[in-house]
């Protein structure tokens, strides 16, 4: 039995992402597979209500606040933070908050946080609006490190996924395991609250719409490196949260033989097309798995 809790939120226009989700992981979980996989609605939908989570017993409903709605990637912030207030209730050990287009691979032992780690994250796929290592910060990121009070011996490097572009800590929102009795998500949702509709911010979202999509991950890296040091942080490989959507724009050298070799993928509406396996092969047991589970019935199925 492991004391992993896993997490996600259901998304509005893909709720089969849940079913898809539960499936890989009781599949190829291992140790991982029999443990609890919770899905947070926020289409404000009462309890009991349709469930679109095929494994999971119900969704579990969660109030966006109206002024934030409007934002791309609010939900996700308001159900992490609702996810591990109800972990920590539950005396979960550790819970792992995952977007919902991820699929497990292979059993995800990094996610087992030994004493004096407090988090394990991946970096973001690109840089995007993301600080450069070395370089002196733009005024976003002075704004955000200002209003959450982040040490500058904080900081440390980070390489993006796909370009390997050295960055300060900015880390991807789709894969978070933290302790649930530490409160980081709940920080998080805490400053995405206070900060995210401030004039400071609503200056910069008028200059550069990336700014109002991306501000809370902008503000989890702010929460997150005023609570922690870089020693409390695992930065998980790159077979973690390994984005097949962009599996072209990886360098060849830094891209997997086979899926097999990956411990989680995210897919974010990637689908095989015809001689995918010749790029992107996978074994016997993941191949008869995607024909089966991932996609049979669907209509941009090409295998």
Known sequence: MTGLQFATCLSPVA????????????????????????????RHQPPGDA???GDISKSIP???????????FAAKVFCAAQAEARAAQAGVPLL??????????????LFDLPPGLDLA?????????GPAWGQPLDGFWREVYRVCSVPEERLFCMLTHVEEDPILPYFNAGLLVVRPEA?????????????????????????????????HQALLAGALLNRLRANQIRVLPADYNYPLHL???????????RLDDLVTARYDGWQPQPGWRASLPAGPALARWLEDDWLAGS???TL
Not at 62 to 72: L, S, Y
Not at 190 to 208: K, M, N, S
């Open 96 to 109: 792992v908050w995952l977007d919902g287009d991820t699929l497990i691979l292979q059993p995800p032992q």
């Open 183 to 215: 409160g980081l998500l709940r920080t998080w949702a805490e400053a995405f609250q206070r900060h995210a509709l401030a004039a400071p911010f609503q200056a910069f979202y008028q200059r550069d719409a990336r700014y109002r999509v991306f501000i």
């Open 62 to 72: 969660v109030q966006v606040p109206p002024a934030f709605r409007d934002f791309p």
């Open 299 to 301: 209509p941009q199925s």
């Open 121 to 129: 994250c991946r970096p973001v796929h690109h840089r995007l609006i």
């Open 15 to 42: 709720p089969d992402e849940v079913r898809l989700l539960a499936a890989s992981l009781g599949a190829f979980g291992g140790r991982y597979s029999g443990a609890e996989l919770q899905a947070y609605d926020p």
């Open 247 to 257: 599996h072209h724009q990886v360098p060849p050298e830094r891209q997997p033989s």
């Open 51 to 53: 469930d679109h989570t």
